[in-house]
């Protein structure tokens, strides 16, 4: 790989010699870094050695005579920031956006187009305290990545989750981060559920609220890719850059499925939408069939609904698409299956035939205190599950799987 330019940001943990190691080895593959170090950091490591490291000046003071602009210029210079060791104060003050010091303040600045890492240091306890679970959890919201910590003794004497990753690994996730796409795709997302009117004021619905599709949707334009999300009225919106198209109903939905593939050439649709199975055929009161409309259904006795199945949309995606090449994602979703029942029910959805991946996940392993919704993902043959911890993750996995890119560790 030629060389790029990294910003690396020290706070203050015993690992920063680990950090050292990371540099030495990043400058020996060609790259260009920078250092930018908390007060605490430069207790723990001196400005010489990174300095030699690296043989460009450290910064460290926002006000420095001569640098007053560094917490905006370092960040402009560099391809990638890292922030690493990051530590548990550094990781809640970034997450509150406060800008106390120099790193601080340049993080704030960050440019989203570009790759922000994290690669966590600190005792277990910190690491599992509800404040750093949250800032981790909205720091991804933003689109930063995680380098996994290691498990272990950590230098406190502790057992646990919390060490900094090995200085190998954190240069495989630096130059996986700085990999472009290969290809730029055109992406249509589908999210959110569909709901089915009962009459005028009442409607069948689930409980989808479209935020993994919102994700995904998000990473894609990050990526570099074009993509049109189809999502219910009701579900999570995104932010700019990500052409929206709404549905309520099944049949909306399908109309519109239609027609997006009928005349775009899509690469790839990703199917989440949580499509009613069943539609409203008639509403019985008394055995009498009520007029349809949209009048509000007032009766005293219980009225009867009579459903019917709706079609399957996944089997019918790439008979509708202009691109007969194109690449299906399906979703699966289950509650409280077992390993064996989950991987029935993915196989099931391949044997149907025109599915290249299924992400599955199952309800009862979603995270209460935290939101975060694990997946799989499945390669059509595969033996084995890419799996992911939150929708973070499974959109970056997704990604570089749709681009062809070797899939990453889980950043
Ligand atoms: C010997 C020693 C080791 C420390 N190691 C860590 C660490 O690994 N992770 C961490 O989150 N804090 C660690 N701390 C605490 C931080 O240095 C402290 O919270 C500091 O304020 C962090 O500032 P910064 O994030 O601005 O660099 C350590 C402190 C000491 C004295």
Redesign the pocket.
Known sequence: MSGSNLLFVL?????CYKACDAISRLVQRGHRVRVVA????LRFVGVATLEGLTGAPVAADLFAPGAALDHLELGRWADLTIVC?A????LNRVAAGLGDDLAGTLLLAHDWQKPLLFAP???PA?WSHPATIAAVRRLRDWGARFVAVGTGRT?CGELGEGRLAEPAEIVVAIEAALARPIRRLRVLVTGGGTIEPLDGVRVLANLSTGATAARLASELVRGGHEVTLLRARSAVGVEAGVRQEMFETFTELDAALTRLLGTEEFDTVIHAAAVSDFALDAVLVDGTEQPRGGAKLSTDSAPTLRLRCNPKLLDTLRARSRNTALRVVAFKLTRGATAAQSQAAVAALFARGDVDWVVHNDLAHRVASTGAFPADIWSRGATAPWTCADRAELAVTLEQLLVGAPPVPPL
């Open positions: 706070s203050g943990s015993i690992a908390t007060e605490s950091a060791p530590t548990a104060h550094t240091a600190m005792n910190m230098a």
